[in-house]
């Protein structure tokens, strides 16, 4: 009885903020990232995985009426190098929510070959060496989707990941993954 009533009492916060992504998915396939969004200089062409350049950005809505609820963030971001998949680890904590909310997922980029496409699967958050700086280990990511079907991208296109579900009428901020193959790279610019 003792842990259902714990179970109960630690799912409520998560429900304050309507911290669950039912059965959509996180992502959606995208040409173009808005103009508006912030590109991560910091990342900028620095992230590679499995042959992809990985570049980070964010649409962050400032005329958000919960604005004052998303603006105190942390990010972290690393590719496991250990692992011979070289997966992704992303994160946003929002510190100004209370109670602090994490946001986060493991990608995995994958070149098809033979074509310009990219495979790309998504799956929970892991830090399996606990080095994702800046992160509060004793707050766990929001739960993802069950549903987190690998999806085909071209090179060059764009993922975008509604961050946070902050509710009806609440607009959440979308970050935007670029994924560009290396091997298309450097035999575009050889052609030329």
């Not at 929002?94 to 074509?115: A, H, K, R, W």
Request: charged share 15%; hydrophobic share 40%.
């Amino acid at each position: 009885m003792t842990r259902r009533l714990l179970a109960f009492a630690l799912s409520i916060p998560l429900c304050g903020y309507c911290q669950s992504y039912a059965d959509s998915p996180i992502y959606k396939a995208t040409s173009t990232v808005p103009a508006t969004a912030h590109v991560e200089g910091w990342q900028h062409g620095s992230v590679k995985a499995n042959g992809v350049v990985i570049d980070l950005s964010e649409f962050v809505p400032w005329t958000s009426p919960n604005i004052d609820k998303i603006r105190g963030w942390s990010v972290g971001s690393r590719v496991d190098r250990k692992n011979p998949a070289h997966t992704f680890h992303f994160y946003i904590q929002y510190d100004s929510m209370n109670p602090i909310v994490v946001f986060g997922y493991d990608l995995l980029v994958e070149p098809v070959n033979g074509t310009d496409q990219i495979k790309c699967t998504f799956s929970a958050l892991t830090d399996p060496e606990n080095d994702l700086p800046g992160r509060n280990r004793d707050v766990a990511p929001v739960t993802l989707s069950a549903d987190l079907s690998p999806i085909l991208i071209k090179s060059g296109d764009a993922i975008s990941i509604t961050t946070l579900p902050l509710g009806p009428g609440k607009i959440a901020v979308v970050h935007y993954i670029r994924l560009t193959r290396i091997d298309l790279l450097s035999s575009s610019n050889s052609n030329q």
